[in-house]
C-alpha cells in the first residue's frame, strides 16, 4: 500500500519560515521525482517544484530564492523549506510521487500565512 503523508504545515506571519516534509512508504522512493503542489481556496492545485530521482531541481516562479526542495532516500522523505511567507503562500501543499505511469499523492498539509 501506497503512503505518501505530508507534514510540517502551520500558521505562521509573513516573513516567517515553515519546514514540509513527506514520508513515502510502499515504493521505491529513489527512483521516483518527487513534487511539491499547492491548492488555495477556489484555485486549481499549482505546481511549486519537483526534485528528480538524480537531484536535479526546478522551481515555479513565485517559490525561486525562497522556497529549498531537498530529498532524503534513506528516510523516503522529502522536503520542502519555505523561507520569507507571505499571505499569498497560503495553500494546501500537496506532496507527489512520479515514476513513468505511476502517480501518487498524499493528503495534504494546510499552510497559513498571515500579514
Known amino acids: 500500500q501506497v503512503q505518501l503523508v505530508e507534514s510540517g504545515g502551520g500558521g505562521v506571519q509573513s516573513g516567517g519560515t515553515l519546514r514540509l516534509s513527506c514520508a513515502a512508504s510502499?515504493?521505491?522512493?529513489?527512483?521516483?521525482?518527487m513534487a511539491w503542489y499547492r491548492q488555495a481556496p477556489g484555485k486549481q492545485r499549482d505546481w511549486v517544484a519537483q526534485i528528480s530521482d538524480e537531484g536535479t531541481i526546478s522551481y515555479t516562479d513565485s517559490a525561486k530564492g525562497r522556497f529549498t526542495i531537498s530529498r532524503d532516500n534513506a528516510k523516503k522523505t522529502v522536503y520542502l523549506q519555505m523561507n520569507n511567507l507571505k499571505p499569498e503562500d497560503t495553500a494546501v501543499y500537496y506532496c507527489r510521487a512520479m515514476f513513468h505511469q505511476y502517480n501518487y499523492w498524499g493528503q495534504g498539509t494546510q499552510v497559513t500565512v498571515a500579514s
Open positions: 510502499g515504493i521505491a522512493f529513489g527512483i521516483y521525482t
